[in-house]
């Protein structure tokens, strides 16, 4: 039996998982195109010593792509139009309860998939959500109609003070402050521009 067979998968492993370490935590359902692409292509290159190419070349190879993904995520965090044009953006694909039947096309995606993953979260209609976005990781981000949103602290503790007062407090709660609004009005001034 050839040694090697033994301590190449070893040193293998280890310094690939260095290398995805480093290349930051992301389960796969959360990952972007170009994490994907690098991810399959560290995959099928790190079997490559063990087929005769050598560690180190290869090991190289992988970091160099590491790099790459590395540079690609910082100029995705510097400029915005790149960061759409790689990963792409959030697309609503429900507004106010009705679906959005031009975004549902682009994204390839039937009705039926996107009420599973609506049951998968708890919502048992369409017409209860305000807003759905199918976000660059393929996850579901949405928000409920408020007539539909179950109650939170501060709800209950408004509630209150308005049986023991008669004055219903000014909620801290306001709109500018929902996320959903980038997706689906372009011009969000709520976050700072470097941000995004």
Request: aromatic fraction near 6%; charged fraction near 15%; glycine fraction near 6%.
């Amino acid at each position: 039996m050839n040694i090697n067979l033994i301590w190449q998968p070893v040193i293998i492993f280890i310094i690939g998982s260095l290398l995805l370490r480093i290349s930051g935590r992301r389960s796969i359902s959360q990952m972007t195109i170009p994490q994907t692409v690098i991810m399959i292509g560290i995959g099928t290159l790190l079997i490559q010593p063990v087929t005769g190419n050598g560690l180190w070349p290869t090991f190289g190879v992988a970091a160099l792509l590491v790099l790459s993904l590395m540079v690609t995520e910082f100029i995705q965090f510097k400029f915005d139009w790149l960061e759409t044009f790689i990963s792409g953006k959030a697309l609503p694909v429900i507004e106010n309860g009705v679906l959005n039947e031009k975004n549902l096309k682009k994204l390839r995606l039937p009705v039926d998939k996107l009420e599973a993953r609506l049951r998968q979260s708890g919502i048992a209609s369409i017409n209860d959500v305000q807003v759905a976005t199918l976000e660059p990781s393929g996850q579901l981000g949405y928000t409920l109609k408020e007539e539909k949103q179950p109650a939170t602290k501060e709800d209950i503790q408004n509630l209150i003070q308005l049986l023991q007062t008669g004055v219903l407090p000014i909620s801290s709660s306001s709109s500018q402050n929902n996320i959903f609004t980038e997706t689906i009005n372009k011009n969000s001034t709520s976050i700072p521009k470097h941000l995004q």
